[in-house]
């Protein structure tokens, strides 16, 4: 289970930080993320570069955690980290659950779960 969490937060992660990169792109538009609440291309640039930053951090966590980057960090602040992983994706998928987009509650919702999931079962076991 732990190797199908470490996989599916690496996956999951990836396609992320493409996903939020094809928006500062303008490839994909930014109306279907942050709850439709986004108002012009500045906001859209500041929260998009949030977003990758945060989910670039995620994603190193977990390459760390699962030793694909040999890093060593302490055990305690790994595991801290996880359950701070596991809180921020469970907020987040409070917020698509009630997203005014409709993409963001029926495909957001269900992947972020996921992320929650996954980032609970490494911080349970870590």
């Known amino acids: 289970m732990i190797i199908i ?3 599916g937060l690496i996956i999951i992660l990836s396609v ?3 996903f939020h990169f094809l928006i500062i792109l303008k490839i994909i538009p930014y109306s279907i993320v942050w709850s439709g609440r986004l108002k012009s291309d500045k906001e859209m640039y500041r929260f998009e570069t949030v977003s990758i930053l945060i989910n670039l951090f995620f994603l190193l966590i977990i390459l760390v955690q699962s030793s694909f980057l040999a890093i060593d960090f302490p ?3 790994m595991t801290i980290l996880l359950w701070i992983m596991t809180a921020l994706f469970l907020f987040n998928t409070f917020g ?3 997203s005014k987009d409709r993409i ?3 495909l957001f919702t269900p992947i972020t779960i996921l992320l929650t999931l996954f980032s609970l079962i490494l911080a349970l076991t870590n």
């Open 16 to 18: 992320f930080l493409v």
């Open 96 to 98: 698509n659950a009630i």
């Open 75 to 77: 055990r305690k602040v």
């Open 104 to 106: 963001e509650q029926r």
């Open 5 to 7: 969490a470490q996989y």
